[in-house]
């Protein structure tokens, strides 16, 4: 059981990325889904989450500019990131949960979340 992150890159300022979460070992229809990042020297953020329902929630730093979605047929997870920024620059990887994204209205840690498998590096340049 396990989720592994594909499609980093480098891309410049204002670009645009498609992250893949794929699932091994389960289906991810029935799990709430969420991607993290770890920029180099810093904490694990939560970024964007997706619910075994359908909801989604994300981060106020990246609203407006990620989305996230779910094609069940391939158990895959997307996060489609554009307008890039210097500081979306991370390591991004996504991980399982149950219930909801969030809890009086803030996405869930990462401690709450398992499955990890491989991240995939995104790199903006400036």
């Known amino acids: 059981v396990q989720l592994q992150a594909f499609g980093g890159g480098l891309v410049q300022s204002g670009g645009s990325l498609r992250l893949s979460c794929v699932a091994s070992g389960f289906a991810l229809d029935g799990y709430t889904i969420g991607w993290f990042r770890q920029a180099p020297g810093s904490e694990h953020k939560g970024v964007s989450c997706i619910s075994s329902d359908g909801s989604t929630k994300s981060a106020e730093s990246v609203k407006g500019r990620f989305t996230i979605s779910r094609d069940s047929a391939k158990n895959t997870v997307y996060l489609q990131m554009s307008s890039l920024k210097p500081e979306d620059t991370a390591v991004y990887y996504c991980?399982?949960?149950?219930?909801?994204?969030?809890?009086?209205?803030?996405?869930?840690?990462?401690?709450?979340?398992?499955?990890w498998g491989q991240g995939t590096l995104v790199t903006v340049s400036s």
């Open positions: 991980g399982r949960t149950a219930g909801p994204c969030a809890r009086l209205g803030v996405l869930r840690g990462r401690d709450e979340f398992g499955g």
